[in-house]
C-alpha cells in the first residue's frame, strides 16, 4: 500500500518564485577563507568554489526564526508528507560553467519528482529538487538535482 496520495504527487512540478543574488567577490573570498580554499582564484574572489551557490541559497533568518534545533525551516516545495523525519538523500551538480565573481545569478527552483521505495523499516518518500543557477539572460550556469528522504 503506498502511503503516497494523488494530492502528494501533484505537487510535483511546484516552484518557487525565482530569486536573484550577486555573487560578490567579497563573499567568495569569504567563503574560500571559511572552507579552506588554497586556489588563488577562488581566493582573489574571480571565481566562486561549486558549493558557493549552496550558502547563496540560504536566507539570512533572525535567530528567532530558525527551528527549535537551530536549522533553518524546510522548503516551502515539501508537502505535507505522512512521514516527518526528512533527511539529506545527496545531491548531483551539472556543471554549465564556471561561477564569475561579480556576477548575478538568477536561481529557480522545483520539486521534480517525488517517489516511493521499501525500505528495510518502512516506507520511505523520495523527494528530488531541481535547482537551476542562471544568468539574468537565461544561460545556464549550474543545475543541482538535490534527493531529500522521508522516513
Known amino acids: 500500500m503506498s502511503v503516497l496520495t494523488d494530492e502528494i504527487r501533484r505537487q510535483i512540478g511546484a516552484q518557487l518564485p525565482p530569486f536573484t543574488f550577486e555573487c560578490s567577490r567579497q563573499d567568495i573570498r569569504k567563503y574560500a577563507v571559511a572552507t579552506g580554499q588554497r586556489a588563488a582564484r577562488f581566493l582573489s574572489g574571480d571565481e566562486a568554489p561549486l558549493m558557493f551557490l549552496f550558502g547563496a541559497m ?4 533572525p535567530l528567532d526564526a ?11 516545495l515539501i508537502p ?13 551538480y551539472q556543471v554549465h560553467r564556471r561561477i564569475m565573481g ?4 538568477v536561481c529557480k527552483q522545483s520539486l521534480a519528482d517525488i517517489f516511493e521505495k521499501s525500505g528495510s523499516e518502512g516506507p520511505l518518500i523520495f523527494l ?3 535547482n537551476r543557477f542562471e544568468t539574468p539572460d537565461g544561460e545556464p550556469v549550474v543545475t543541482e538535482r538535490l534527493t531529500r528522504i522521508a522516513r
Request: no cysteine.
Open 58 to 61: 540560504m536566507p539570512v533568518l
Open 66 to 76: 530558525l527551528l527549535a534545533d537551530g536549522r533553518q525551516p524546510d522548503s516551502p
Open 80 to 92: 505535507d508528507l505522512p512521514l516527518k523525519r526528512i533527511m539529506a538523500g545527496g545531491s548531483e
Open 102 to 105: 561579480g556576477e548575478m545569478l
Open 128 to 130: 528530488v529538487f531541481e
